[in-house]
């Protein structure tokens, strides 16, 4: 069972419709990611935060998307509305400093999301 | 163009094969390569780092050629619990350090 935890790990919703995930990280981790995985892709950035600041959000769609991290920790990724294109994994890393140290991120299981 | 290409495959080995990947990157200035690993249904974890030395680690071999500006990833005598996705895995350039990956490349070992 991966460290990162994330909730829900399925969700269905109708188009319209707003979604929210959430994720923790592993404890004491400062940088946190959003990424999306397509059925057949790689992940995908959607957002860094190191704390609670955001680092990187340029591919992050924000006239529907939005993420935050209020508080350091955990996080809070919001679809709003949803669109059928949105169905992916939603997954979640965190890693203890920036990834460039050890390239090693820990994913959580991911949130699955089906948009009807 | 992707920032990161791989064959997404899939590469159908018996047991015991050697086997090998290749992937390209666009950006030259391009920091730091990683190949992460991607079971079905599950998240991607970190398979090893890899270095402009060559980087081995048991049956796993991982090599870069900055010139060509690609990474490759050598599998020996493969198992079947080596069967998942291998994901090429680079940072893209020093003002952006979050982890670019390519779609993968499926691998499937056979009794």
């Known amino acids: 069972e991966a460290e990162v935890a994330q909730s829900p790990r399925y969700k269905i919703t109708e188009k319209s419709q707003a979604v929210a995930f959430w994720c923790d990280p592993i404890s004491g981790h400062a940088t946190l990611y959003w990424y999306r995985q397509i059925l057949g892709q790689g992940p995908e950035l959607l957002v860094q935060f190191q704390d609670e600041s955001v680092v990187d959000d340029s591919q992050l769609p924000k006239d529907r998307f939005s993420a935050e991290r209020l508080k350091g920790v955990d996080s809070t990724l919001k679809i709003q509305p949803a669109e059928l294109g949105d169905s992916a994994m939603y997954l979640c890393a965190s890693s203890l400093s920036g990834a460039g140290d050890t390239g090693e991120l820990f994913f959580g299981e991911g949130s699955r999301l089906t948009v009807l | 163009r992707k920032e990161v290409e791989q064959d997404p495959g899939p590469f159908n080995v018996p047991e015991g094969a050697t086997v090998a990947f290749n992937c390209t990157y666009s950006n030259s200035a391009s920091q730091s390569f990683f190949w992460y690993r991607q079971d079905c249904r599950k998240e991607p974890k970190l398979l090893m780092s890899?270095?402009?030395s060559g980087n081995e680690d048991g049956r796993f071999t991982a090599q870069l050629n900055r010139a060509s500006q690609y990474i490759s990833l050598l599998i020996r005598d493969s198992k079947l619990s080596d069967s998942a996705t291998y994901l090429c895995v680079v940072i893209p350039f020093m003002g952006r350090r979050a982890l670019t990956f390519g779609s993968g490349t499926r691998l499937q070992v056979q009794p």
């Open positions: 890899v270095y402009s």
